[in-house]
């Protein structure tokens, strides 16, 4: 089994291709492997409750992680996550991609 | 733990997107957890540790240089040289064809002028490679 990361940097609203990450990490992730999408800088956007705009790969098992520092720049609490979206330190991103039989996707 | 080493492609110019905060976070980082660190910079990247950056006054809100002190990439990545100078490693390398391309010779110390071929031996012999492209 290998580990997919994907680092979405990508606001939702702005880029049509963001549909790009869900749809490949739910593919991949149904093909049994373990998968993150780790959202940074404008991709944290799409982590807010009142979007809804990552329901699909939360239903499908994906690790849902929103960089700290994203969400602070952009006033956005922990509270104001949409369920099974972490708050997430870099460092987390780090561990998880300095591993061996880990593919690392930044988009 | 078996030593571990990322390798790093960044693309993008100083100034101009939240990528390049967003790779030197990623640097300080792997460093801090003692993972060795390789960066390829390449196209506008290899801007990133140019020796000519100043920082800059701000006459919109009316302070000086000292005031101001405005943050440059120039001193991020030295900052970040000096932290990896032996064990972790920070490894920087700038594309020669790049640099060539856009005069941008007069770097920091610590920063090598190196090839494609650079790129493909740190990823060969890396735990893993990202890419962080342009939009």
Request: charged letters at 25%; a negative charge.
């Amino acid at each position: 089994m290998t580990a997919y990361v994907f680092i979405e940097s990508r606001d939702p609203f702005e880029s049509r291709d963001t549909e790009f990450v869900e749809a490949t990490a739910i593919a991949v992730k149904e093909r049994g492997h373990d998968v993150t999408v780790f959202l940074v800088q404008n991709a944290v956007l799409a982590a807010r409750k009142t979007t809804g705009r990552l329901n699909r790969l939360a239903a499908a098992g994906v690790t849902l992680l929103a960089d700290d520092f994203s969400l602070r720049e952009r006033g956005i609490k922990a509270e104001e996550l949409s369920e099974g979206i972490q708050e997430s330190a870099i460092d987390t991103l780090i561990d998880a991609i300095s591993h061996a039989n880990t593919k690392a996707i930044w988009h | 733990m078996k030593e571990r080493t990322l390798t790093l492609a960044l693309m993008d110019p100083p100034y101009e997107s939240a990528n390049s905060t967003t790779a030197l976070r990623m640097i300080s980082a792997a460093l801090k957890q003692g993972i060795n660190v390789n960066v390829f910079a390449y196209e506008g990247a290899v801007c990133l540790p140019l020796k000519d950056q100043a920082p800059h006054a701000n006459p919109v809100k009316g302070t000086t240089v000292e005031e101001e002190e405005h943050p440059t990439t120039k001193a991020f990545v030295s900052s970040l040289l000096a932290i990896g100078k032996d064990n972790p490693r920070l490894t920087w390398v700038n594309c020669g064809l790049c640099v060539d391309e856009r005069g941008a010779t007069n770097v920091i110390d610590g920063v090598r002028r190196g090839s494609p071929a650079d790129l493909f031996k740190m990823a060969s012999e890396s735990t893993n490679t990202l890419v962080i492209p342009t939009k």
